[in-house]
């Protein structure tokens, strides 16, 4: 039986033999050298992140040696795309982030948010459900999952701990709770441009290779409603279907929040200041499209309104008499920052498969597609990138596929964004296995779940997210983006 680190071990070979082996054969007729070379970097970093032979971080900086070695670009053109405005969107989204956990703002706003839903076991997991979702909104959904785990867990045995009339049904509580706290945290990242890295992969790969801008107000008109829906659909499905609760409330789960915000005590100065920036940072996100025609274009763009933001947190006092800021440059350590690298590299992928022509010539090799409905095109698309991400990053899967959906779309005559922002999308949408994300490993961890309850939820739930989001995004981005379905924008049209 293979191990994990057989299959590493193995990894690490096939995807340096891969690349050796394809460098020695000639390139196909219709792909010029340089795209063969691409294409066989591509398969190598590919074979790498699936099979996690070396930390995903460090396989993204591959282009940053080979790209310049083998003339497919300079190391100037190449690490700019590291550097690109979008790394730096998730960047200051992850700063603003680290300051909301610094003071404890998160688990103030998780706890009044549970203390808000009641005592009844199906309105304590929709609490811990909506808690995440907002949290993973715009910290990392890891982080959301790891603070609020304990509290959930505690809540979870006070229960299953007085089982005596309805022992099933105490047991079914623990296990929607904790899969309901991985499945929230999961859903909300999808619905901002600073939820997760994925979200700011689609953006960047379409404002740096076709000049497309995707506003964050833009964004959450199509992901929030998407999110939503999921969040209901699947809290009903845990709460109804597959582990359902008992009506009868608990005053325990009450005293238990209670002595958490006691906790906690009064709001304090540093929480006041970084809600603050935390306001006037969505704020601007959101409202910078509606300002601008009363008062002239503000040269000003997401990534920095979030610099701008994260700056705003290392020059705010949270107690000017001790010299004390609302985040230190210390702080920073605890940043992902492999997020950051694993966003360059997919950028710096993406560009060359599209710019050498890899991802058109990958395109137009799957003519089988040119006669089926767009909409199976769409639901074709999203099981493949969901079944991709239970078991490699979502941020590898998207990055691999992206340039190749969206020449798909450009060779049906589509408008990409209808093939490819349903793929972004499904890429948070892992819901079967604990290594699909890090929010099923942790609660995973907790031991109130096992492997085949999670993956007979994941399998059901992933069967539905399929559905909302093939149908959904259809409907929603022809509407906030303007589509005309069946038409290709001439901005597209050199690319097809």
């Not at 789960?253 to 969505?282: P, Q, Y």
């Amino acid at each position: 039986m293979l191990t994990a680190l057989n299959i590493r071990q193995i990894g690490l070979i096939a995807g340096l033999l891969s690349f050796v082996v394809a460098i020695q054969l000639p390139p196909p007729t219709d792909l010029t050298q340089q795209g063969w070379l691409v294409l066989a970097i591509a398969v190598w970093m590919a074979i790498w992140w699936m099979t996690e032979a070396v930390p995903i971080a460090v396989t993204a900086m591959v282009p940053l040696v080979l790209f310049p070695l083998l003339d497919l670009g300079t190391i100037t053109s190449v690490g700019g795309q590291y550097g690109s405005k979008v790394v730096f969107l998730i960047f200051g989204g992850f700063v603003i982030g680290l300051a909301i956990q610094r003071c404890n703002l998160h688990l103030r706003i998780a706890m009044k948010t549970v203390k808000f839903a009641g005592t009844e076991p199906k309105r304590v997991v929709g609490g811990f459900m909506i808690a995440s979702a907002f949290l993973s909104m715009w910290i990392t959904n890891t982080a959301t999952t790891v603070m609020m785990l304990p509290i959930a867990y505690s809540v979870a045995l006070l229960i299953n701990s007085e089982s005596k009339t309805e022992p099933r049904a105490d047991t079914n509580f623990g296990s929607s709770l904790m899969l309901g706290l991985a499945y929230g945290a999961s859903i909300g990242g999808m619905m901002t441009l600073v939820g997760t890295a994925t979200n700011v992969m689609f953006k960047g790969y379409f404002e740096d290779n076709y000049g497309v801008e995707i506003s964050f107000l833009d964004w959450m008109l199509v992901a929030v409603p998407i999110g939503l829906t999921l969040l209901v659909i699947v809290w009903w499905v845990l709460t109804s279907v597959l582990f359902p609760c008992k009506k009868e409330g608990h005053q325990g789960i009450s005293e238990i929040v209670d002595a958490k915000i006691n906790e906690l005590g009064d709001m304090s100065t540093a929480e006041r200041r970084t809600l603050f920036v935390f306001l006037l940072t969505v704020s601007l996100w959101i409202g910078k499209g509606f300002i601008e025609p009363f008062i002239g274009d503000l040269r000003i763009n997401d990534s920095s309104i979030a610099i701008f933001g994260a700056i705003l947190l290392f020059i705010i006092p949270a107690d000017w008499k001790q010299g004390i800021f609302l985040l230190e440059w210390g702080d920073t350590k605890n940043l992902p920052w492999g997020i950051l690298l694993l966003l360059g590299g997919g950028l710096a992928l993406a560009g060359a498969m599209d710019s050498f022509g890899v991802a058109h010539w990958i395109g137009s090799k799957l003519t089988l597609f040119n006669d089926i409905p767009s909409w199976l095109l769409v639901l074709i698309t999203v099981t493949m990138i969901i079944l991709l991400s239970e078991l490699m990053s979502n941020v590898a899967t998207l990055t691999a596929f992206l340039p190749v959906i969206v020449a798909v779309a450009i060779g049906y005559g589509e408008h990409p964004f209808l093939l490819a922002l349903p793929a972004a999308l499904a890429a948070s949408c892992a819901f079967m296995l604990p290594i699909g994300t890090p929010p099923n490993a942790i609660v995973f961890g907790s031991g109130l779940i096992s492997i085949p309850q999670m993956a007979r939820t994941g399998l059901l739930l992933n069967i539905i997210a399929i559905l909302i989001l093939t149908f959904m995004c259809f409907g929603l981005a022809t509407l906030v983006f303007d589509i005309d379905a069946g038409v290709l924008p001439t901005i597209f049209e050199a690319h097809g």
